[in-house]
């Protein structure tokens, strides 16, 4: 799994029974996949106020992974195009949206967690300039993070039954083992 992907809560070993149950008759009730994220990226000149919704992207990238969405080459390319989009920004949080700093809370763990799960999911679909560029952010995003709750910088990293640190803490791990080997 080292040099493989996806690795991350699944593997290309478990395609075909994640296919056989979407397609058994619990899965075609129960199975549904989002709609396609809709329009226009995130804004160039800087992150939303909220970032949410980058906790989805795990749901986006799903159905690629099942193939059985007639949609799946749009699908991607609207992954793609929020994912590229937010990678390009300084900060993935607007200055004073925190406490004291800005990404290191849980909009940046949203984005730090669905960029790394689409990343690993998706890792096939990206070019190699592509994953470069997903690597580097989510290498800086995640650096960032764990030394803001190694430090004390927030106060989520000396509460440990608080859930910004159960998410927090989580995104970093799953970051780490989107770029297992790579990084």
């Not at 800087?46 to 799946?72: I, N």
């Not at 590229?84 to 909009?107: F, N, R, V």
């Amino acid at each position: 799994l080292a040099r493989d992907h996806p690795r991350l809560f699944l593997t290309r070993f478990d395609f075909g029974a994640l296919r056989q149950a979407q397609n058994s008759e619990a899965g075609t009730r129960l199975y549904r996949p989002p709609g396609i994220l809709k329009g226009t990226p995130p804004p160039p000149e800087g992150p939303p106020k909220r970032a949410g919704w980058t906790w989805e992207l795990d749901s986006q990238a799903m159905p690629c992974l099942l193939q059985g969405a007639l949609d799946v080459q749009d699908r991607v390319e609207a992954i793609r195009r929020h994912i590229l989009a937010i990678c390009e920004y300084d900060q993935w949080l607007p200055e004073g949206w925190s406490y004291s700093t800005s990404d290191l809370d849980l909009d940046a763990a949203y984005m730090l967690h669905g960029t790394a799960i689409a990343y690993d999911w998706l890792y096939y679909y990206f070019t190699e300039a592509e994953r470069k560029t997903i690597r580097e952010k989510l290498t800086h995003q995640a650096r960032i993070m764990f030394e803001a709750s190694l430090l004390h910088r927030m106060y989520w990293s000396r509460t440990v039954q608080q859930n910004h640190y159960w998410f927090d803490n989580y995104a970093i791990g799953v970051a780490a083992c989107a770029l297992y080997g790579e990084v």
